[in-house]
């Protein structure tokens, strides 16, 4: 089975702009989480799509959207960027249960 | 609040040697506890897994310790190699609250031949 693909692989932008960024689930699976890496606060939770719903979502402003696909692939938008938007945006997918498989990840500079 | 505690940041180990790596948590909700193993320039990889209702699971080189009454669990690595050197992140889920991974600050782990 393919992994999680995860496109584009590398971003740069500049402050205000807006992003989207995209994501291919393993096949099968229903479950799309989105999640921020960075150096200073590490991983952390942005949010979730199950069956094209959010079914849960982390501490991060309403700048920050998602959607989910009927083909369970799914998108997040950042708008107005700021420059601490820069980070790795992670990907995972799962059936529905706890193991989440993770992509590669999108490399977004903001400058 | 970070609800889970990772230590330490960094660990070097020589070949062969044990690599363990600590984790304790607050949120007595959490139903899940999985580690993960992250190569620079690639996603986080699930590694192993553990259920409170279990007190240790062990694949291959790497075994998890679970201490319920004590909220701490571990990640051992047996027979350490060149290739384990990598970034290691536990984590855990509150099944009720969804899939939302909490994951720990992370430890760094270099290998020495």
């Known amino acids: 089975k393919a992994g999680v693909t995860q496109t584009p692989r590398y971003l740069i932008k500049t402050r205000g702009q807006q992003v989207t960024l995209s994501c291919s689930p393993i096949s099968g699976h229903r479950s799309v989480s989105w999640y921020q890496q960075t150096p200073g606060q590490g991983l952390q939770f942005l949010f979730e799509y199950f069956s094209e719903t959010q079914r849960n979502k982390g501490n991060f402003p309403g700048r920050f959207s998602g959607r989910q696909f009927s083909n369970s692939r799914s998108e997040m938008n950042v708008s107005t960027l700021e420059l601490g938007d820069s980070a790795l945006y992670l990907c995972a997918s799962s059936v529905q249960g706890y193991e989440q498989y993770f992509g590669p990840g999108t490399r977004l500079t903001v400058t | ?113």
């Not at chain 2, 505690?5 to 899940?32: H, M, R, W």
């Not at chain 2, 669990?73 to 899939?99: K, R, W």
């Open chain 2, 1 to 113: 609040q970070q609800q889970v505690k990772q230590s330490p940041q960094s660990l070097i180990v020589q070949k062969g040697g044990i690599s363990i790596i600590n984790c304790a948590y607050e949120n007595t909700a959490f139903d899940y506890f999985p580690w993960y193993q992250q190569f620079p320039g690639k996603g986080p990889a699930l590694l192993i897994a553990i259920r409170p209702d279990v007190s240790e699971k062990k694949e291959g080189r790497f075994t998890i310790s679970f201490n319920k009454s004590a909220k701490q669990f571990s990640l051992h690595i047996m027979d350490s190699q060149p290739g384990d050197s990598a970034t290691y992140f536990c984590a855990a889920v509150n099944e009720a609250a969804g899939n939302k991974l909490t994951f720990g600050g992370g430890t760094r782990v270099l290998v020495k031949p």
